[in-house]
């Protein structure tokens, strides 16, 4: 087994104690994981999960509010930095989408993403480093105990990573027998951040849909 990222491990779960540590259409937060989609559509993004696709491993999507950005990314390598302003690294620049969003909120909120996150995928699962100077906020069906209820969303401080999504514990959550499950079987396999802005209980924005800018990692499943 490979070790872990050679880099500190922390996250703190928003209203929790310290946590021991493709194009799929991204689900919604607000609806309890029911669909909605960005303007156009994402009618492009059942082709990337169609049975024996195995070219990439997830999929990104970029979000402003409740507006998809750009293109999904697919991603093929084991390592994705995914940053605003170049070079940051090699991988998803976020800066060179096109937005037409002039909140300021957003704008200013994009200024501080900077060098931004790294997905990488290891053996025991992937990982999320945060590589900005501002906090990211992360929520993930196996960061949590399987038999709750509300998901919590896990501060990550700039500098350090969590394992953010989990293969062995995703499949555990399948559950064949589970209508809303059969309708939509990428649930479980979607990991949602937020750059500098925390949603939830904690906070006045209840749904991920609400924060200026993030991000929707959809993992192939298959």
């Keep these: 087994q490979q070790p872990k990222p050679p880099w500190k491990e922390l996250s703190w779960p928003v209203g929790g104690q310290p946590a021991d540590c ?12 029911t669909n909605y989609l ?14 024996g696709d195995r070219s990439h491993w ?16 697919c991603v093929q390598e084991p390592s994705l930095d995914i940053f605003y ?24 909120v994009r200024s501080k993403i900077g060098c931004g996150i790294q997905l990488t995928r290891e053996v025991d699962g992937v990982w999320v480093y945060n590589r900005s100077s501002y ?27 969590i394992k953010a999504f989990d293969y062995e514990k995703a499949y555990s959550l399948q559950r064949p027998n589970d209508h809303e499950f059969m309708q939509q079987p990428w649930t479980g396999f979607t990991v949602q951040i937020s750059f500098v802005k925390g949603w939830g209980q904690c906070y006045t924005r209840q749904f991920i849909s609400s924060c200026p800018c993030w991000l929707e990692v959809i993992f192939n499943s298959r």
């Design 22 to 33: 493709p194009d799929a259409v991204p689900s919604s937060a607000e609806t309890g994981g």
């Design 38 to 51: 960005a303007p156009g559509g994402l009618s492009d993004s059942q082709l990337l999960l169609e049975p």
């Design 58 to 73: 997830c999929v990104v999507a970029y979000w402003e509010e409740k507006t998809r950005v750009g293109r999904l990314y």
């Design 85 to 108: 302003d170049l070079p940051q690294g090699n991988g998803f620049c976020l800066g060179q989408l096109n937005s037409d969003n002039k909140s300021q909120l957003v704008q200013k």
């Design 135 to 161: 906090p990211i906020f992360i929520k993930s069906a196996t960061l949590d105990n399987p038999d709750s209820r509300t998901l919590l969303v896990h501060k990550v401080f700039p500098g350090f990573s």
